[in-house]
């Protein structure tokens, strides 16, 4: 099964300030990898996926923007923090097909003051 | 477009009882679905999923769910809850429609279930 690093696990950032977080996969080749937000009692809000090297969508206009500069590296970043982008952020990959299910990290808490 | 729809965002119940999580689907397809459990701060970790191989699906812990088309439901149930149960439960769908060849899960908005003594 794939394993989903993901780091830090909690960070407070500033407004304004730059926001870097980054998600590496192992176990599988060629995943979509995701990147999901959840705010309280809001559920899981997807932000990006990616099918490939360099190949980003975006579901919702928001202040954050997501690289994949390598098959199995996933980078969630944002110039300028807002208060509205605190919470908590999820990593996910999916291969094997439409059957399989994704694999999840273990989430950064990201609070923004 | 596929979706899920989760009944109660909040389930609780006493240790020992019936354990039932409602989710219902919609698709024009027949669906991929699945259960997650999210403990406080934590990922979220695969329960069951339904493939159409078999429409009771039994997963981890004592969970299973029954696949029902005609009701377009996959409630997940435990007989018996356990203290170790009290989580965040989230049903989801296979989107073929984004995604690629892979699909995207399409979430609903999670139960939170809570057991009490």
């Known amino acids: 099964s794939q394993t989903i690093h993901q780091w830090p696990a909690t960070l407070v950032q500033p407004v304004g300030s730059p926001l870097s977080l980054e998600c590496t996969v192992e176990?599988?080749?060629?995943?979509?990898l995701y990147w999901y937000r959840q705010a309280a009692g809001r559920g899981l809000q997807l932000l990006f996926y990616?099918?490939?090297?360099?190949?980003i969508s975006s579901e919702v206009p928001q202040n954050l923007s997501a690289s994949r500069p390598q098959d199995r590296q996933f980078i969630l970043s944002s110039k300028k923090l807002l208060l509205s982008d605190s919470g908590f952020y999820l990593c996910?990959?999916?291969?094997?097909?439409?059957?399989?299910?994704?694999?999840f990290g273990q989430g950064t808490r990201l609070t923004v003051v | 477009a596929q979706s899920v729809t989760q009944l109660g965002s909040h389930v609780s119940v006493s240790e020992g009882a019936l354990v039932l999580l409602r989710c219902n689907y919609s698709?024009?397809?027949?669906?991929?679905l699945f259960w997650y459990v999210q403990y406080p701060n934590q990922g979220l970790q695969l329960l069951l999923k339904?493939?159409?191989?078999?429409?009771l699906v039994k997963g981890i812990n004592g969970f299973e769910a029954e696949f029902k088309k005609s009701e377009t439901s996959f409630h997940l149930t435990k007989p018996s809850a356990h203290m170790s149960d009290a989580a965040e439960y989230f049903c989801?769908?296979?989107?073929?429609?984004?995604?690629?060849?892979?699909?995207?899960?399409?979430f609903g908005k999670g139960t939170k279930l809570s057991v009490k003594p």
């Open positions: 996910a990959s999916k291969s094997g097909g439409q059957y399989t299910e994704a694999f």
């Open positions: 990616s099918v490939g090297i360099g190949q």
């Open positions: 339904y493939t159409s191989a078999a429409t």
């Open positions: 176990g599988t080749s060629n995943p979509n």
């Open positions: 989801a769908v296979s989107d073929d429609s984004r995604g690629g060849s892979q699909g995207n899960l399409i």
């Open positions: 698709s024009s397809v027949p669906p991929y």
